[in-house]
Nanobody, 124 residues
Framework: QVQLVESGGGLVQAGGSLRLSCAAA????????MGWFRQAPGKEREFVAA????????NYADSVKGQFTISRGDVKNTVYLQMNSLKPEDTAVYYC?????????????????WGKGTLVTVSS
């Protein structure tokens, strides 16, 4: 069993930055692919970014390319999402995800574990 715990959400003005963190606890002997999804009010959950288990591959949704950066931490199975130039449309609950399977750039092969989410609110 793996528990994913997100942190770093909050309220920020448009144009500001936030850095989300996700740490895994439990079955952490192996590296796994990790990523971020978000769900805005009244919308479906959508893919944001992913990084492969070894850190050699990353992928981003078109809507956040050049704006967000995903990275792995020095501690095994930690992941960060640096969000810059935030816009009101980035307001959402952001979820950390972990996948033990074959690398999928959008994690469409199935997420094995989800965090509980952290709220990001961008005011105009």
């Amino acid at each position: 069993q793996v528990q994913l715990v997100e942190s770093g959400g909050g309220l920020v003005q448009a144009g500001g930055s936030l850095r989300l963190s996700c740490a895994a606890a439990g079955r952490t002997s192996s590296n796994y692919h990790m990523g971020w999804f978000r769900q805005a009010p009244g919308k479906e959950r959508e893919f944001v970014a992913a990084v492969s288990a070894g850190g050699g591959s990353t992928n981003y949704a078109d809507s956040v390319k050049g704006q967000f950066t995903i990275s792995r931490g020095d501690v095994k199975n930690t992941v960060y999402l640096q969000m810059n130039s935030l816009k009101p449309e980035d307001t959402a609950v952001y979820y950390c995800a972990a996948d033990f399977g074959i690398w999928s750039p959008t994690m469409t092969n199935g997420v094995d574990y989800w965090g509980k989410g952290t709220l990001v609110t961008v005011s105009s």
